[in-house]
T-cell receptor, first 110, second 113 residues
Framework: DQQVKQNSPSLSVQEGRISILNCDYT??????FLWYKKYPAEGPTFLIS?????DKNEDGRFTVFLNKSAKHLSLHIVPSQPGDSAVYFC?????????FGQGTRLTINP | KAGVTQTPRYLIKTRGQQVTLSCSPI?????VSWYQQTPGQGLQFLFE???????NKGNFPGRFSGRQFSNSRSEMNVSTLELGDSALYLC????????????FGQGTRLTVV
């Protein structure tokens, strides 16, 4: 039972344009959501998070949107840069653990 | 300050053997979680330790076990290895058990042959 789903295994975006990564969840008890970025041969790195009491959180080029009624969150990266090419995982928090999606491989083309 | 350290980085084991992986969390962090990453499966939660106590466990067989020491270092053990156990095993540390912002190590790549 996949409680957190990232339905797009990969995404290709041109440099300078907006990248939008999507994530859906099923458990309405999740109260905190995070995005992690992972390069090959490295562990995931925390990127940005959002509490369930908010619908938007922004940090520089990165913005996370949360739609609780749709159980959907998205990560917007604008403008996209070549260094953004990585695998992005969304995660949802329940007590004592994080539940991760399968990841989306983002490729930024020059 | 030093990040999360996992040893070894790479490991090759034979089916039926057992393996022990180690994780040293960030200094001051008392919560350590373990995850398994396989292609197409994302990161699957194994278990979480806080103050030497296992607080939560994922849906993995009993062959997967762990422990945490008084200095917060953690070990994960897998017995009777199967080919399907080949994966990247990631350890994450955080200040508190809620894992709201967990910091990951580089992982241990386990290959079972």
């Amino acid at each position: 039972d996949q409680q957190v789903k990232q339905n797009s295994p990969s995404l290709s975006v041109q440099e300078g344009r907006i990248s939008i990564l999507n994530c859906d969840y099923t458990n309405s008890m999740f109260d905190y959501f995070l995005w992690y970025k992972k390069y090959p041969a490295e562990g995931p790195t925390f990127l940005i998070s959002i509490s369930s009491i908010k619908d938007k959180n922004e940090d520089g080029r990165f913005t996370v949107f949360l739609n609780k009624s749709a159980k959907h969150l998205s990560l917007h990266i604008v403008p996209s840069q070549p260094g953004d090419s990585a695998v992005y995982f969304c995660a949802a928090s329940e007590p004592q653990k994080l539940v991760f999606g399968q990841g989306t491989r983002l490729t930024i083309n020059p | 300050k030093a990040g999360v350290t996992q040893t070894p980085r790479y490991l090759i084991k034979t089916r039926g053997q057992q393996v022990t992986l180690s994780c040293s969390p960030i200094s001051g962090h008392r919560s350590v979680s373990w995850y398994q990453q396989t292609p197409g499966q994302g990161l699957q939660f194994l278990f979480e330790y806080f103050s030497e106590t296992q607080r939560n466990k994922g849906n993995f067989p009993g062959r997967f076990s762990g422990r945490q020491f008084s200095n917060s270092r953690s070990e994960m053990n897998v017995s009777t290895l199967e080919l399907g156990d080949s994966a990247l095993y990631l350890c994450a540390s955080s200040l508190a058990p809620l894992n709201t912002e967990a910091f990951f190590g580089q992982g241990t790549r386990l290959t079972v042959v």
